[in-house]
């Protein structure tokens, strides 16, 4: 990570689906910052707010969608910090791509299956860079291949001709192909095998100490978030429960939820232990429990947890050392 220079700080930010007395919120005053080179995990179970995190920071929520509140920061190579809520339109489309790029949920499904690789890609230069040649283009397009380790030969290739591991290489070095200072992963390994995960989070790794782009990595799979980021935040019910260097994270969890998806995967190294996992389902957010929204699953519920909502704070316990952790527990009272 280089530095602490912020290029994303996300505020107190609200996301409903719905308007009015039917409005459901599903991510409810998140605040992170993103610094410059740095890959932050997001994990959570399915229903905890991640992927309309990612949409609603990036202004593409779905109808009927909506950011009621917050603010999101986006802080340029050069230039004064802007809101990205407030773009204009102008403004947006500089911001995308250019600024931030985003690599869906099932993303080797995204490509055109009629259109050859090397037009997907030169589609997107000739849309946001008209100026440039056609020669250039091309020439820039065999260089976003070799970057993501795909042969020149494939250019002619049509999607269904590449396997998914490279489908899913095509389409970061797609996201690459503007040098965005932000790239976000919605889940991008999903549907690959355990070792192709491997292989592509190493060479997306890699990428972003050549590149000095920064990750926000969105995944159900703490994991894979735990071997190769360098912060963690842990998203429940549509709240920031957790945040800590991955490996204090991984050595020592604060949260019970936390804890619980820790234990929720098997080792790959050290003696076997028991998967315990969590029991119940994520809250539905149409009823949100009282107080704490784990409670009702939580192994440590105490009288208190049923009725304190938990504020996400640093714990008054903790060492010096532990400073950037912050946690949202009546176990950890904050400072």
Request: aromatic fraction near 4%; include cysteine; proline fraction near 8%.
């Amino acid at each position: 990570m280089s530095g602490n220079q912020p290029v994303l700080e996300i505020r107190n930010l609200c996301v409903d689906y719905g308007l009015g007395d039917q409005a459901v919120r599903a991510v409810r005053d998140v605040s992170l910052t993103l610094h410059r080179g740095e890959v932050l995990g997001l994990a959570g179970e399915s229903g905890s707010g991640k992927s309309t995190l990612a949409y609603g920071l990036t202004r593409l929520l779905p109808p009927p969608g909506v950011v009621s509140g917050g603010e999101v920061i986006y802080h340029p190579r050069e230039g004064a910090p802007m809101d990205v809520l407030r773009l204009s339109d102008a403004g947006l489309r500089k911001f995308r791509w250019a600024e931030t790029s985003i690599v869906f949920q099932g993303a080797m499904n995204s490509l055109n299956p009629v259109y050859k690789v090397s037009t997907q890609l030169m589609d997107v230069l000739a849309a946001h860079r008209p100026s440039m040649s056609r020669a250039d283009r091309l020439a820039r397009a065999r260089e976003l291949l070799a970057l993501v380790g795909i042969a020149a030969d494939r250019m002619d290739s049509y999607p269904h001709q590449l396997s998914g591991g490279m489908r899913q290489r095509v389409m970061i070095g797609m996201a690459l192909a503007l040098d965005p200072q932000l790239v976000i992963m919605d889940e991008p390994t999903t549907a690959l095998d355990v070792v192709m995960q491997r292989q592509i989070l190493r060479q997306l790794v890699g990428l972003r100490e050549r590149l000095g782009f920064s990750v926000l990595f969105i995944t159900h799979d703490l994991s894979l978030l735990v071997e190769f980021s360098d912060r963690i935040a842990i998203m429940y019910g549509g709240r920031i429960v957790e945040q800590a260097p991955a490996e204090r994270l991984y050595r020592d969890p604060l949260h019970p939820y936390s804890d619980g998806l820790l234990h929720a995967f098997p080792p790959l190294r050290g003696e076997r232990r028991e998967l315990t996992g969590i029991p119940g389902s994520p809250p539905d957010l149409r009823a949100m429990p009282s107080g704490c929204a784990f409670h009702p699953r939580c192994p440590k519920a105490m009288d208190a947890c049923r009725t304190q909502l938990p504020r996400l704070g640093r714990p008054a316990l903790l060492p010096e050392s532990d400073a950037d952790r912050t946690v949202a527990c009546v176990l950890h009272p904050t400072g």
